[in-house]
Nanobody
Framework: EVQLQASGGGLVHVGGSLRLSCAAS????????IGWFRQTPGKEREGVSCISVSDGTTYYEDSVKGRFTISRDNAKSTLYLQMNSLKPEDTAVYYC?????????WGQGTLVTVSS
């Protein structure tokens, strides 16, 4: 089983920054991708950024390119999302995700609110 614990959300003004963290534990050795998704009320969950575990290739959704940076600390089994130049449209619940051959695993979500 995999457990994901996300943290770091909060209220920030437009142009501000936040860093989200996701601590992973359990059967994570065979993960092939880890990343962040976000969801707002009435909308589907969308991918924000992810990392290929095998080669470190990163992906960013177009609207966050140049503003968000995904990284990981393997020693701490922790995934990060550095979010800079935040905009009101970044307001959402952010979820970390781990994918292996068996399943998608989700953290509990952390709320990011960007006020104008």
């Amino acid at each position: 089983e995999v457990q994901l614990q996300a943290s770091g959300g909060g209220l920030v003004h437009v142009g501000g920054s936040l860093r989200l963290s996701c601590a992973a534990s359990g059967s994570i050795a065979d993960a092939y991708a880890i990343g962040w998704f976000r969801q707002t009320p009435g909308k589907e969950r969308e991918g924000v950024s992810c990392i290929s575990v095998s080669d470190g290739t990163t992906y960013y959704e177009d609207s966050v390119k140049g503003r968000f940076t995904i990284s990981r600390d393997n020693a701490k089994s922790t995934l990060y999302l550095q979010m800079n130049s935040l905009k009101p449209e970044d307001t959402a619940v952010y979820y970390c995700n781990l994918r292996n051959a068996r399943n998608d695993y989700w953290g509990q979500g952390t709320l990011v609110t960007v006020s104008s």
